[in-house]
Nanobody, 124 residues
């Protein structure tokens, strides 16, 4: 079982940037599917960026071109670089992992079985 801890959230003005980190422990996530999800108050958790076991990336249309997911296998750490942030990007951001998932389901939260506790992002 993988334990995940997110960090890097904060409050920024629209147009600003943040880089989120997610440190994994318990297992090496090198060959796992990994992803970033966010949840705004009153809304469902949505997938925004995933990376599969061979490093291919998928992004939600709402963030495409503004965020980049990356992974440092040596540090067992996942990152999310977010640029040109908008107020609608506000929410709690979670990282998640699963050993394998059909790529078509990659942005679906229910497909993942290890989750961090989240980090808050507020864009004003």
């Amino acid at each position: 079982h993988v334990q995940l801890v997110e960090s890097g959230g904060g409050s920024v003005q629209a147009g600003g940037s943040l880089k989120l980190s997610c440190v994994a422990s318990g297992n090496n996530i090198r060959t796992y599917f990994v992803g970033w999800f966010r949840q705004a108050p009153g809304k469902e958790r949505e997938g925004i960026a995933i990376m599969d076991s061979i490093g291919s990336e998928t992004y939600a249309d709402s963030v495409k071109g503004r965020v980049t997911i990356s992974k440092d296998n040596a540090k067992n750490t996942l990152y999310l670089q977010m640029d040109n942030l908008k107020p609608e990007d506000s929410g709690t951001y979670y990282c998640a992992t699963v050993k394998s998932v059909p790529r078509v389901h990659g942005l679906i939260a229910d497909a993942y079985n290890s989750w961090g506790r989240g980090t808050q992002v507020t864009v004003s």
